[in-house]
């Protein structure tokens, strides 16, 4: 978020994280239509909400960063219902570029899908390993669980 929160003192635009996903894993974002502004800053044209791989703008999707101007507010409160019956901020996002730049940011660092039950379980297990509590003893566990640790023994038996 501190690159991006760089990006917005520099522009005073709202600032989307994104990256490129495989074309196949298109219908599970956001994707932007863009035109590049440096190596890592774009100025979003279009956005739209997990549209099928042949239909997509492109493959740089939105992966859950945002800052946005106040706005965004107004927009998401005039809407309506979108994909899913839901509101989406997406459409909310789409109708703030009609009246604003909107800057699509690919950040530098790791990404984790929280959307996704794999992804959950990745992240939980790259911030247990860091937790400056139980990180070595996790992975401890996790190493006793490779090597055929079954639940049913005490969790103070790993070594």
Do not use: W
């Not at 978020?1 to 600032?15: I, P, T």
């Not at 800057?103 to 992240?123: Q, V």
């Amino acid at each position: 978020m501190k690159q991006m929160v760089d990006v917005y003192d520099h522009y005073g635009s709202s600032v989307i994280g994104v990256q490129q996903v495989p074309r196949e894993d298109t219908r599970s974002y956001g994707i932007v239509e863009s035109k590049p502004m440096t190596e890592s800053l774009e100025q979003i044209l279009r956005i739209v909400e997990k549209p099928k791989p042949e239909e997509a703008p492109s493959t740089l999707a939105v992966v859950g960063r945002y800052i946005l101007t106040p706005r965004i507010f107004h927009h998401l409160a005039n809407i309506g219902k979108g994909s899913g019956g839901e509101i989406q901020l997406t459409d909310g996002i789409a109708a703030l570029l009609a009246e604003e730049q909107v800057l699509a940011y690919r950040y530098k660092g790791t990404r984790y899908d929280c959307g996704s039950k794999l992804g959950y379980l990745a992240a939980t297990v790259a911030f247990g390993l860091r937790h400056p509590e139980v990180g070595k003893e996790f992975a401890a566990l996790l190493r006793a669980m490779s090597d055929g640790y079954h639940p049913r023994h005490s969790a103070g038996d790993i070594k």
